[in-house]
């Protein structure tokens, strides 16, 4: 089966254009998990927040999108249970489970593995379904990670909205613009080479 065949039939994913095999996936798994982390390492503190504005986020919702549901929920689950074993790779080189921002790395897991399953159908190649796409991704990682903040901080619905959801927002917004030109770009060059 040729390149083009693979990349354009119903179901295929980025990482799909790649030769199938057990390495591929080995090795796509392991390379998000240290995409991700690598990415968490771009943070900046926001004041009266203890949830750093990350790069981390984008590369979840890529992996996902790119590696399809399987394999991006392997590869953030590897980077989850790497760091909650003790891998400073979340964000600012911390680790463990404790930490208020865990839930966001939970939700990260389950957006990844939500915006995969979406990019099997096709919402990762076109501007306006990815933009679809990542915003779910994003719901879903905040969905999972302002209710720990919640609970690991004590902190009231409306504090914790505050602290861990209006001022990543903008930031949100500029990754899912990136996402926006890059995967449906990936796309067209991928049509192109077949």
Do not use: C, E, H, N
């Not at 390149?3 to 390379?31: E, I, M, W």
């Not at 953030?76 to 790395?105: C, R």
């Not at 504090?159 to 067209?188: E, H, N, R």
């Amino acid at each position: 089966m040729s390149t083009a065949s693979v990349s354009f039939r119903p179901g295929a994913v980025l990482a799909d254009l790649l030769p199938a095999s057990r390495v591929r996936d080995a090795v796509l798994v392991v390379g998000g998990a240290a995409l991700t982390g690598l990415a968490a390492q771009l943070s900046v503190p926001v004041p009266g927040s203890p949830v750093p504005v990350t790069g981390q986020t984008f590369a979840a919702l890529l992996v996902g999108s790119a590696f399809g549901a399987r394999r991006g929920f392997l590869a953030l689950a590897l980077y989850t249970l790497a760091g909650a074993a003790g891998v400073p790779w979340f964000a600012d080189g911390t680790s463990g489970a404790a930490g208020a921002s865990f839930g966001y790395v939970l939700g990260m897991l389950l957006a990844a593995t939500l915006v995969g399953a979406l990019a099997r159908r096709g919402a990762d190649r076109s501007v306006l379904r990815t933009a679809g796409t990542m915003v779910l991704g994003s719901a879903v990682i905040y969905a999972v990670g302002v209710p720990y903040l919640m609970a690991a901080t004590g902190m009231s619905l409306g504090a914790a909205v505050a602290a861990g959801l209006t001022p990543f927002l903008i930031g949100d917004a500029l990754k899912a613009a990136l996402a926006m030109g890059a995967l449906p770009a990936a796309w067209k060059l991928a049509g192109r080479r077949g």
